[in-house]
């Protein structure tokens, strides 16, 4: 019987937790289920900007899931930031430890060459790392776009992605036009130079990410997303595909190592 991967999973930070209103980590257990009803064991992540801890968490686990959670810092992939789009930002309340934390971690992934699946703020945080940029708000930069924060309609299908034939999210989902939620304001704007897009909303936003063709040795798996297929795979059998797919190639990458 093949032992359960073990998955380590981003956090987000909590202004008040349970016990004395400290700053906590929060995970939704969706993500966790996910995970689980894959075959996975989650393992979150603690909320620490050592290198060291992080090498230590890479050397133990068999992939990565980065997730969702408050905006990234603009200053970080941006020179100048307007003060209009300054004031669409909420980024994270531990003073940027996260942003820092998560842009450790890719390094580390890359370093030991770790399956990765990036959701959301993953999937932006990810761009970013790399040398991306991010559209800080989308109503305001793109006039005309969809409305993507649709956070009542968080379990919904709300809008279509079109799927680049042949690249990794069409052969997972056997899809090529895919429904997905959407629960965000900013999103990918300039690719890293390792990454291709192969999706796209109607009004252009992207919405999936992978290694380019040239790039693809880097990691045995790196899919991003924009939207939440943890929150559509009780129904939507495309998105729980998604899960499938990575736990399947942390097991495999894990075993070709042995």
């Known amino acids: 019987m093949t032992k359960p991967p073990l998955i380590l999973v981003t956090p987000a930070i909590q202004k008040a937790g349970d016990e004395f209103g400290d700053l906590s980590i929060s ?26 801890l992080v090498v230590a968490y890479l050397n133990r ?48 992934i890359f370093r030991q060459r770790k399956p990765l699946l990036a959701i959301c703020r993953g999937h932006q945080m990810l761009n970013v790392a790399l ?9 305001t930069e793109i006039p005309g776009a969809l409305n993507h924060a649709r956070f009542r309609q968080k379990n919904e299908i709300v809008h279509d992605a079109q799927l680049t034939p042949d690249a990794l999210l069409a052969k997972i989902t056997g899809k090529r036009t895919l429904g997905v939620n959407s629960t965000h304001h ?18 252009g936003i ?35 595909r998604i899960f499938s797919a990575f736990v399947r190639a942390c097991v495999e990458n894990r075993e070709k190592k042995l």
Not at 27 to 52: H, K
Not at 131 to 139: K, Y
Request: proline share 7%.
């Open 27 to 52: 995970v939704s257990t969706a993500y966790q289920t996910a995970l689980m009803d894959a075959g996975a064991i989650p393992v979150i992540m603690a909320a620490t900007t050592s290198r060291e």
């Open 61 to 108: 686990v068999d992939g990565v899931l980065m997730t969702g959670g408050a905006d990234i810092n603009p200053d970080l992939h941006r020179d100048r930031v307007p003060q209009r789009l300054r004031r669409t930002v909420n980024v994270t309340p531990d003073g940027g430890a996260r942003d820092l934390r998560e842009v450790l971690l890719v390094d580390e």
């Open 131 to 139: 040398g991306g940029t991010l559209v800080v708000d989308i109503s």
């Open 186 to 203: 900013q999103a990918v704007g300039r690719p890293a130079d390792p990454l291709m897009i192969t999706g796209r909303s109607g009004d």
């Open 206 to 240: 992207i919405e999936s990410m992978q290694l380019k063709p040239d790039a693809a040795g880097l990691l045995p798996f790196l899919l991003s997303v924009q939207f939440h297929p943890e929150r559509l795979m009780d129904r939507h059998p495309a998105h729980r």
